[in-house]
């Protein structure tokens, strides 16, 4: 499916929303669950604490009730209030015994529930404390065992406090991790697509203006490839019809001005007089024949190089840096070239040119032809032997 420019753009934006939304409900979820394990976890040790005090409370309430049974001969009453004392001790025991699934734990309950039966046997027995003292010794071995088993519990609770504190920091520890692993996760895919979804969208226009470029420095042998049916795809399409007549102009343009060159020299080489062109830079641009041989010169030795440095007599580039810094005309300046004939220099071994007498003194006419820029600005040197009126 080829998707424009505008609903690739749109969709991005969708999916870093996506991304925002599922990584907040992510984190939402991990703070939700940290939060019920926590909450599970205290509600359960607030329970387990609770009863515990209400056991502390009743083993204290029956080692006082015990003490005074020992300490005065014991009434119905106060064997009814020990046994009352030992059932709801005993029911406390059972609801803490659900709490628990540590063997250990349960096994220190059953022990303290299995001296509160003994108790509240013995104390059933009330005939026992009319006959000898064997009852009152029994209640208290049962009471210091109760009391016993019960440290004994206590000392398994501080334990499992401090179990219980490792596995809240656990908690806490794991759930971080997670949510760190999420945000990592979650940056790495936000740098991907911040990578990737710009450079799919900017990649046409880099080749664009590549395309552009080339155009300015007049490289018509270029073309916009993108095969994507969207804006884009039409400015690359147009964009590509306009090179394409460029291109075609540029040829036509190039083929107009080989013909006019041409016509240019064959008018040139016609006339009996010596002419040569230069620009405004001083570079010579043309030679027609005749002052090719009047200079015993070659095109590669002078075309498209500085007048100045070539072998062109000394007299010709005066005239021509004079026409050129006042870019005026110059009328009848008399120029001088000197016969030259070729040597081979002795320190070299290669040949030179060496001048002999003069072959030819005439006059030399330079003439501007300007253009709308002076840049632009040709300068048309003649020479010929008479004077020019």
């Not at 992510?26 to 940290?34: G, I, N, Q, Y």
């Not at 329970?47 to 003490?67: F, G, H, P, W, Y």
Request: glycine fraction near 4%; charged fraction near 25%; charge should be neutral.
């Amino acid at each position: 499916m080829r998707l424009s420019l505008k609903q690739r753009i749109a969709y991005s934006f969708i999916i870093a929303t996506m991304v925002v939304v599922v990584m907040g409900f992510t984190v939402f979820f991990f703070l939700e669950s940290l939060n019920n394990q926590i909450s599970s976890i205290t509600v359960n040790s607030n329970k387990i604490s609770l009863l515990t005090d209400e056991v502390r409370i009743s083993a204290v309430s029956i080692l006082k009730m015990q003490k005074k049974i020992l300490t005065s001969k014991p009434t119905v009453e106060d064997l009814k209030r020990l046994e009352n004392l030992c059932e709801g001790f005993q029911s406390q025991l059972m609801r803490l015994d659900s709490f628990y699934t540590e063997v250990e734990a349960k096994k220190i309950i059953s022990k303290m529930q299995g001296y509160v039966d003994s108790l509240k046997t013995i104390v059933g027995k009330s005939s026992i404390f009319s006959r000898d003292g064997e009852g009152l010794s029994t209640i208290n071995e049962l009471t210091d065992k109760i009391l016993e088993a019960f440290s004994e519990f206590q000392d398994i609770q501080y334990f499992q406090n401090e179990q219980r504190d490792k596995q809240v920091k656990a908690i806490i520890g794991e759930t971080r991790r997670n949510m760190l692993i999420t945000l990592i996760i979650t940056f790495l895919g936000t740098i991907l697509l911040s990578l990737i979804v710009p450079g799919k969208i900017a990649m046409p226009f880099k080749k664009i203006n590549d395309a552009i470029r080339e155009l300015q420095d007049c490289n018509f042998d270029v073309s916009i490839y993108y095969d994507l049916d969207d804006e884009i795809g039409e400015i690359a399409k147009e964009l590509n019809k306009m090179i394409a007549n460029m291109k075609k102009f540029e040829q036509l343009r190039t083929d107009r001005i080989s013909v006019e060159h041409r016509k240019f020299d064959t008018l040139a080489n016609m006339i009996k007089k010596n002419i040569m062109i230069s620009n405004a830079k001083g570079e010579l641009i043309y030679m027609n024949n005749p002052m090719y041989a009047l200079l015993e010169l070659q095109s590669d030795d002078v075309i498209n190089k500085l007048i100045a440095d070539t072998t062109v007599p000394e007299s010709i580039i005066e005239t021509f840096e004079i026409a050129i810094k006042r870019r005026s005309k110059i009328e009848n300046a008399e120029v001088s070239i000197p016969k030259r004939r070729k040597v081979i220099d002795p320190t070299t071994g290669e040949y030179i040119f060496e001048e002999t007498d003069e072959a030819f003194t005439g006059y030399a006419n330079v003439i501007p032809i300007r253009a709308k820029e002076s840049t632009l600005d040709y300068y048309m040197m003649i020479i010929s032997k008479e004077v020019f009126v």
